[in-house]
């Protein structure tokens, strides 16, 4: 699948039946995302990931590996909107969910490597666009003009062979490290407001250090 920020579509010779096909920019595929459902009270276990947990700003900026600076600005600039809560005003706090985090690491990996801007913008709203289980076998390729989405070792084959994509993102890789990260952060459940601490390994370790002395 192609992903162009003109609203245009733009076609590679497949070499094979369900190779990257072409795909309109915009808000493609929103029919496909699915509510999830809220934690309930008093869940033990892992945290989950869902749009039912918020992260607020610096926790979201530590697990993308951005700045501060790059999240407020993408965010008042429509590039990456926190979709759980935006800030209101003075003394209101942002609240970003699980996808959006993820949405934010590639949105970094993209502007490091040269895509153009109006490129990533329709590539957000894409991603956002699916589910959160599409995004684990999904990969993102570049040629730095045009973004392709692959969801087969074939696809990316073929983009390989036609000289098109040089640059890949595995969307599920980048969600699993983005769990991992935000697994040892604190986060915010939506229905209750109650926050949820993370699991620092450090900070247990220093923890016992302390108690020894």
């Not at 700045?67 to 600005?73: G, I, K």
């Not at 074939?154 to 062979?161: F, G, I, K, Y």
Request: with cysteine; net charge neutral; glycine share 14%.
């Amino acid at each position: 699948m192609r992903i162009t920020g003109d609203g245009t579509t733009g076609g590679i010779p497949a070499r094979s039946e369900g190779g990257p096909y072409p795909l309109h920019g915009g808000a493609v595929g929103a029919a496909r995302r699915q509510p999830e459902t809220a934690p309930t009270a008093g869940q033990v276990g892992p945290r989950p990931a869902t749009e039912q947990i918020g992260y607020r700003g610096p926790t979201a900026c530590a697990a993308a590996g951005i700045t501060y600076r790059q999240l407020d600005y993408w965010a008042r600039t429509g590039l990456v909107e926190p979709s759980v809560r935006p800030a209101y005003g003075s003394g209101t706090q942002r609240l970003y969910s699980f996808r959006d985090v993820v949405v934010l690491k590639i949105v970094k990996r993209f502007l490091d490597t040269g895509v153009a801007l109006q490129n990533i913008r329709t590539a957000v709203q894409h991603l956002r666009g699916r589910d959160l289980a599409d995004l684990e076998r999904m990969t993102l390729m570049s040629d730095g003009a045009t973004v392709y989405e692959c969801t087969s070792a074939d696809q990316v084959v073929d983009l390989l062979q036609g000289g098109q994509g040089i640059f890949g993102i595995a969307v599920g890789v980048v969600r699993r490290d983005v769990e991992h990260a935000l697994s040892q952060l604190h986060g915010e459940r939506v229905d209750t407001g109650e926050t949820l601490v993370g699991h620092n390994p450090a900070d247990e370790l220093a923890a016992r250090r302390n108690r020894a002395v």
